[in-house]
């Protein structure tokens, strides 16, 4: 009786693992798209505070009043480069004082 309940058991699982029935799959359907393709930049905008490595402070060998600035700040120099022009009637006075 034992071996026929077991038999009985194992033809329930074998017929239950036959089953051919499938459910029926489902095929999901997506838009396709063409994306553009170009360069992008991303800039970002930050609160800094940028200091130099190394200092130059230019003076004249003439007291004076400036008169025109011909650089801007922070741009690069070359030797010999006209930086400022000095008022010239100042230099002048100084100069006809000096030789009286």
Avoid at 13 to 38: F, R, S, W, Y
Avoid at 46 to 66: D, L, M, N
Avoid at 74 to 94: D, H, P
């Amino acid at each position: 009786m034992k071996i026929s309940k077991i038999l009985l058991l194992m033809l329930c699982l074998g017929m239950a693992a036959c089953n051919t029935e499938k459910p029926p799959t489902q095929v999901d359907t997506h838009e396709v798209i063409h994306p553009i393709v170009k360069d992008t930049s991303y800039s970002s905008e930050y609160v800094a505070e940028i200091q130099s490595v190394r200092y130059v402070e230019v003076r004249s060998r003439i007291k004076g009043h400036i008169e025109k600035i011909h650089v801007d700040e922070g741009q690069a120099v070359k030797e010999g480069q006209l930086l400022f022009t000095l008022s010239f009637m100042e230099f002048e006075n100084r100069s006809a004082s000096i030789f009286r």
